[in-house]
């Protein structure tokens, strides 16, 4: 039973980076049929993917072009976690960021227990 | 992007009623080289994740209730809750997995009448 567990400070001032991490168990971050996303949640835009990371051969990255300019996703294979990065965040940013695995790039499951982080002053 | 649109945006429904979601792609989620509706179903109960219900447009995610169905093909999907418990109170997004960026529709937020 694969799980996700999240971490991460739950207020960042503007500007500065949000960084958020996910450790897995029960999967390995580097198997060569999952992905691993992050996808947030605001009552403003709904649910929204992120981007995400996946191993096969090689790593490979994909992000959403609203946030490409500002966002790294990381695999740490020695930790079995990944992790995001936004920098230069607004209050626009304040959401809930969930960790999700996809099996073989398709639905999501399962889903971290949700991270809220809130962009203020 | 492949834009999800749900109707209703939210639906009263008695005990042991239907209730039935649509949901429509803007292009259609339909992969011809294998037949496959890369469309899935979730379901949100305040406080938790979105949780899994139903994947390939038709596919029940183990431990999921038969009174959960899920049809259509091409870019009009429809989820079915076939007799509504109480238990069933909720918000239901679609999701798109034929490309990236994956979307989610809106959300239906589904109540008992």
């Known amino acids: 039973q694969v799980q996700l567990q999240q971490s991460g400070p739950g207020l960042v001032k503007p500007s500065q980076t949000l960084s958020l991490t996910c450790v897995i168990s029960g999967d390995s971050v580097s198997s060569n049929s999952a992905a691993w996303n992050w996808i947030r949640q605001s009552p403003s835009r709904g649910l929204e993917w992120l981007g995400r990371t996946y191993y096969r051969s090689k790593w490979y990255f994909d992000y959403a072009v609203s946030v490409k300019s500002r966002i790294t996703i990381n695999a740490d294979t020695s930790k079995n976690q990944f992790s995001l990065q936004l920098n230069s965040v607004t209050p626009e940013d304040t959401a809930v960021y969930y960790c999700v695995r996809a099996p073989e790039l398709n639905w999501f499951d399962p889903w971290g227990q949700g991270s809220l982080v809130t962009v203020s002053s | 992007d492949i834009v999800m649109t749900q109707s209703p945006d939210s639906l009263a429904v008695s005990l042991g009623e239907r209730a039935t979601i649509n949901c429509k792609s803007s292009q259609t989620v339909l992969y011809s080289s294998n037949n496959k509706e890369y469309l899935a179903w979730y379901q949100q109960k305040p406080g938790q994740p979105p949780k899994l219900i139903i994947y390939?447009?038709?596919t029940r995610e183990s431990g999921v209730p038969d009174r959960f169905s899920g049809s259509g093909s091409g870019t009009h999907f429809t989820l079915t809750i076939s007799s509504l418990q109480a238990e069933d109170v909720a918000v239901y997004y679609c999701q798109q997995y034929y490309t990236t960026p994956y979307t989610f529709g809106q959300g239906t937020k589904l109540e008992i009448k």
């Open positions: 390939w447009a038709s």
